[in-house]
């Protein structure tokens, strides 16, 4: 058990590129979430993946933001034209689902992709 | 919908004092309720969870109890150690009413001073 590990750990751009970031889940964790964290706030939620398949979107997911899971292991987040006000932590973290209901789940959190669009 | 207010740090103690940490919901069903914290330099990671009224969750001397007629769930601990200096987020989830999403408080920063 390696923990939850996310690529890059930083990453700078300029306004208007796109960006992708990579999330490699605990092995053989079935539930998968993305977080955005801006600086003196909690974590606010993404999205969730049971396996591969997308199951919730926040409205904070616009149309510039998509994630994927293919195969139900890792999963990336891209996003398109970015802005300055995309500038953020973003955590992902996975979960076992032996514990039934995603509600009860302990999420094991990655370090979190650290994004600054200049 | 459902959403969490925590105290607004920062909280600075000094070694062996007690601490509480408060924390209130809103939620329309039956939440669990969580608390992560986040150390310097390190990711997010769970301290305790309850998941039904009435629930203590304990863990490293930190506790803290589900009240569903207070809607609380404020963090506890005896005596602090420098070593607990962190940032604390208290954070609800509730699959039947709120999704797969987990809503989290905004952070309370502890300072402990030897």
């Known amino acids: 058990d390696t923990g939850v590990s996310q690529n890059p750990r930083h990453k700078i751009t300029k306004r208007g590129q796109n960006v992708t970031f990579r999330c490699d889940p605990i092995?053989?964790?079935?539930?998968l979430y993305w977080y955005r964290q801006t600086l003196g706030q909690g974590p606010e939620f993404l999205t969730y993946?049971?396996?591969?398949?997308?199951?919730?979107k926040s409205r904070l997911l616009s149309d510039r933001f998509s994630a994927e899971r293919p195969k139900g292991s890792f999963s990336t987040l891209e996003i398109q034209r970015t802005e300055q006000g995309d500038s953020a932590m973003y955590l992902c973290?996975?979960?076992?689902?032996?514990?039934?209901?995603?509600?009860?789940?302990?999420?094991?959190f990655g370090p979190g992709t650290r994004l600054t669009v200049l | 919908g459902n959403s969490v207010t925590q105290m607004e740090g920062p909280v600075t103690l000094s070694e062996e004092a007690f601490l509480t940490i408060n924390c209130t919901y809103t939620?329309?069903?039956?939440?669990?309720l969580f608390w992560y914290v986040q150390y310097p330099g390190e990711g997010l990671q769970l301290l305790l969870k309850?998941?039904?009224?009435?629930d203590k969750g304990s863990n490293k001397g930190f506790e803290a109890t589900y009240r569903k007629e207070t809607t609380s769930f404020h963090l506890e601990k005896g005596s602090v150690q420098v070593s607990d200096s962190a940032v604390y987020f208290c954070?609800?989830?509730?699959?039947?009413?709120?999704?797969?999403?987990?809503?989290f408080g905004a952070g309370t920063r502890l300072f402990v001073k030897a």
């Open positions: 973290a996975s979960s076992s689902g032996l514990a039934g209901e995603p509600s009860t789940d302990t999420q094991y």
């Open positions: 092995s053989e964790h079935n539930r």
């Open positions: 993946f049971q396996n591969e398949a997308q199951l919730e």
């Open positions: 939620a329309t069903g039956y939440p669990s």
């Open positions: 309850a998941t039904k009224a009435d």
């Open positions: 954070a609800l989830s509730d699959q039947r009413t709120g999704g797969f999403k987990t809503i």
